[in-house]
């Protein structure tokens, strides 16, 4: 109930915080844009100090007095310490890898500020979770698992980065509006079928040590097994030489959406990102057929894994009539 009101609090609150709609990075914090409020323990104390005082000028006990007055000057203090925590601090960058949804997406937010003021107590929050922002000689970035359940683009709004040091008796406060977004992966099928059969008459082969066909030979590199050694052509060359083998791995993949009609929409996608993966740890080459998109390949690695998954994940949430068609 107390998170849901704080919650609904902070809400209202950053209706009416800077900045109000979203910018580029780098962003700087200045005093314009820092917000300080009393913590719960911040708000005890307040009143212990009301205590202390009126029970001072009660009873006309001046040491009672000075020291209220001494630990209400020390309050003040901590505030303006807490401002100059985030004051001169920037946000650089933001960044995260894909992932697939459901999975934990770790965002990385990079900060500078200027050396020769020590900054503690740092903390970021976005999407209800936080991470501790540390800065070593003014450098320093802070890792937040952030949560996905849907594929497609995450969009971030606002971060907040606060602090309640020194004493703990209010939190400064800063806020981050990034024009900025993250990819989601689908969400790959579990225990999918096999990849259908490739298509085409062209065979494909990769280099593999355990491999039955020669493909050529090269000069000799430290490491390489005397097995691998081909003696003869190296007696005619008058050099080591070494033999290079290849493993057929067959004809391309074709994963087609329109060859999955009998399932349903999401369920065309699930299976479509699990034969993506497949494919890539199997190494053979694939190509993806989308309805409304270019074919992606034939290929493989990296890059055209990202492709594929990347025009997965961005395809419509609710079918068109083209998605639908098979």
Known sequence: MAATMRKGLRQRVERFARPRRSESLPVRFDRRRIYILPTAFGWFFLVLLLAMALGALNYNNNPALLLCLLLAGTAIASLLHAQLQLSGLRIVAIGGDPVAAGQPMQLRVHARAEPGRLRRGLRVECHDAEATLSLADGVGEAVIDIATTTRGWLTLGRLRVSTTRPLGLARAWSYVWPDFAVLVHPAAERNGPALPQGRGNDLHARLDPAGDDVHHLRAWRRGDSRRAVAWKPSARRGA???????????????????????????????????????AERESRRYRLELPGNAPLGPSHG???????????????LQPGPHAQAS
Do not use: F, K, N, T
């Open 302 to 316: 990296p890059q055209h894994r990202h492709a594929c998954l990347r025009a997965l994940a961005l395809m419509p």
């Open 240 to 278: 080591l030489l070494v033999r290079e083998y290849e493993q057929p791995i067959g004809a391309d993949v074709v994963l087609d959406w329109h060859a999955l009609s009998a399932l349903p929409y999401e369920d065309r996608i699930r299976r479509l990102a699990s034969w993506v993966d497949q």
